[in-house]
């Protein structure tokens, strides 16, 4: 995953690219700015995560994606998947692309089943509508399909409530996959299921990934969980990715001051102080529809200087392959953790300056 610090329109295609989001802004009706101007990539195989608070951005970006969004919802840029951009797809095309070419896991499957009808026959219904294939061919296909999500054949004839929290996301992965989609997005898979099962599911999903060279978009307000499940890491804070990189150096090491804050208040594996020491972040998230002026977190940060209230940051070059979008990075300031913060604040790049 990279994400580009000024968006453009004329990349060219990249090979084994399934998806560039180009600039990517969603707004809803009363002026809701849930997305800004979000760039994203995934290669086949890679798995990328996007973490970020409660109301950043990361469901109605997921849902952007597949153009789930609800009517009102005003969105531009460009999502390209396998280069073809879903935003100006036709309808039909849409539908098909939901399930052969990329396919979404939400938070919840009590609420995304349906109650009345045997899981077996949710998982056949888009092998039946979209791959057009026999009810014999679709239930046979739907019992491989719940075997390799670990569920035994025989559970195609339960009802969503006979099943655990932890079965019923194992058959929403198993309609996900029903369609041999290239890109699954997984918006907080795991956060209603227990540690044990939450293991499982992430280990699963993993697995899913690599042997048949997925692509994988991970949402999860966790940090600690997408480190240890994802390549890449985006952090999201009101509607941007303010800091992206290869997701263990973005947990271990954060460089943009939210990045830095989030992470801290997660305990670290193997480090026992941190368990006992989590820290929170002081403040609340701003209200998307009056964004603070200049750098959007200036009113939580402890290390602004006086021109983030009035100045905005875009994502510039942090470390080799990383980006984060802070006055201080580039500098020795505060949020590259070496010596004093940049008095004058003035360090905004080019690249900054030239992106609108
Ligand atoms: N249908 C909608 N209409 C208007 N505003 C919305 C709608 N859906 C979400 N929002 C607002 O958009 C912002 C982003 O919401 P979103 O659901 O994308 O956040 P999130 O990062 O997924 O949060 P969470 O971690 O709680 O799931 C929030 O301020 C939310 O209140
Ligand atoms: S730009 Fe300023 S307010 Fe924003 S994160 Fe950096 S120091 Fe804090
Ligand atoms: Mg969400």
Redesign the pocket.
Known sequence: MSTPTTPTTEHPPTAGRLLDVRNLDVT???G?A??RGVNLTVDAGQKVGIA????????????ALLRL??A??RVSGEILLDGEDVLTMKWGRVRAVRWAGASIVF?GAMHSLNAVHRVGDQIAEPILLHRKATAAGARKRTGELLEQVGLPAARASAYPHELSGGQRQRVMIAMALACDPRLVVA??PTTALDVMIQAQILRLIQQLVSEQELGLVM?S?DLAVLSDTCDRLAV?YA?RVVEEGPARQVYEDARHPYGQALSAAFPRIGDAGSRFAPRGLPGD?P???ALPSGCAFHPRCAVALASCATQDQFLRPAAPDRRAACVHVGTAGPADSAGPADPAGAAVTEEARSTP
């Not at 409660?54 to 849902?63: E, N, R, V």
Request: glycine share 18%.
């Open positions: 809803y009706a009363g809701v849930a997305v970020g608070e409660s109301g950043c951005g990361k469901s109605t970006l997921a849902l969004l609800p009102g919802a938070q918006d907080e949402i307000h999201m509607g998230p209200d998307p529809s």
